[in-house]
């Protein structure tokens, strides 16, 4: 019996030829029900094109590296099984709404700009030294950002917001998410050097609720919660009188009481 | 795919990988909403706002004329501004439903330090629909008596 193959068609674009990108097909053994599509890649890079360009790196969805769209959606190649695709062929297009730099490799400056411009760390007041204090948090106060913390940054919720594709200057949804989690961290104080950002025009106000980040996250974030929540927030902030008080400090356990 | 290539806006900067030659930069297509359900939905939703509108704007209009001369007032009973009603109200309750069930997701309470769960937050919403609903209705037949 023949060994079972697939085709995939990667688009391809060179910045010092081309003038646009180009389709290119390549058939491959497809020997392993296992096999995902970052594999049919790689295995091209190996046997068959060195010249294909694409990132990846852990290959377990953990490091975000690897999104691509695939027929069209938002995936991490290393999360997309060829089993699911096969007999049909697998098109494989760097992510949409970012420009391309080569092959499958998108610029993605813009993103890391809008990540760092709402500050995801937790922000104290005063910084303390290690050891000093510990900050006590409940489960409870834990379970108000778990779910966005699962973020990895693949930006596969950028390539699926029309929003986002029509005005880049949206912060868009994962840096949204971002933000949210560290603004419902108990132990973070940084909410209102936040604000200035998230609560802008281009901020959570460009958002009109399409909903397709939430549908495309590999780690079942929902960003387009994140941002309604937020938008309710600001709003609940600027029309109650208490407002636009300071969130209570959260509980510190003393070194010495520990 | 159609677009252009550009220059790379860090060309020289040295900022890594953005400063190759130049890049593509992908428009977006004028029939994207068409590509995903999703989108087409969402494209629905907004625009059944424009026709929700205009007959809000006729009923404006009708509450003046009704006003300002209450004895040559004649409502509009064409088959076709009833079918227009008919159609109106198939958008509005579009509306209501998926504004409801928004609800349940940015509404965040909890209980006895336990969140609510979301369906428990929509269903309630639903129901004060229904009740708010029954209340206008029996306050209207009843002023229209």
Known sequence: MAPKKITIQAARFDPEHDERPRMQSYEIPFSDDSMVVLDGLNYIKA????????RWSCRMGICGSCGMMVNGTPKLTCNAFLRDYW????VVEPLNNFPVIRDLVIDMDDFMHKLQSVKPWIIRKEEMPLGAAEHIQTTSQIDDFRQFSQCINCMLCYAACPVYGLNNEFLGPAATALARRYNLDSRDQGLKQRLPVIASSEGIWECSFVGECSVVCPKGVDPAKAIQQTKLDTTMRFVLPYGNRDPEPPRQLEAEEA | MTGEAIPSPHKGEGKGEGSSTRVYRRPVPAGWWARRS????????EFTALPMALWLLWLLIDIRSAAVRPVNFHPQ???????FSVVCLA???YHSFTFLSLAGVIIHVKVLDRPVPSRLIVLSQFALWAVASIVIGFVLIWFAR
């Open chain 2, 38 to 45: 999703h989108y087409f939905w969402y494209i629905v939703r």
């Open chain 2, 91 to 93: 958008f509005a309750l």
């Open chain 1, 47 to 54: 046997h068959v094109d060195g010249s294909l360009s694409y």
């Open chain 2, 77 to 83: 009973t064409s088959i076709a501004f009833v079918a």
């Open chain 1, 87 to 90: 007999p049909r062929p697998v």
